[in-house]
């Protein structure tokens, strides 16, 4: 059986994962990261809207599942 992206990640194709390495990095952004990089921080708002989400907790399950 053929490998087969998540409907998500084609969604997030094409966002160019280096630019936002790169936009990250000219500002700084990811200065005190241990775990939640930018491009992570950049994926989470879009998953919630996409999935409509109405609270925190629920995108936590959703995001989880």
């Known amino acids: 059986m053929r490998f087969k992206p998540a409907i998500f990640a084609s969604l997030l194709a094409p966002i160019d994962r280096r630019g936002v390495k790169a936009i990250s990095a000219r500002h700084r952004g990811d200065a005190y990261d241990k775990s939640f990089a930018s ?8 998953f919630a809207q996409f999935a409509a989400a109405t609270s925190l907790r629920g995108l936590a399950v959703e995001w989880n599942a």
Do not use: V
């Not at 491009?39 to 879009?46: F, S, T």
């Open 39 to 46: 491009g992570d921080h950049l994926q989470a708002p879009i």
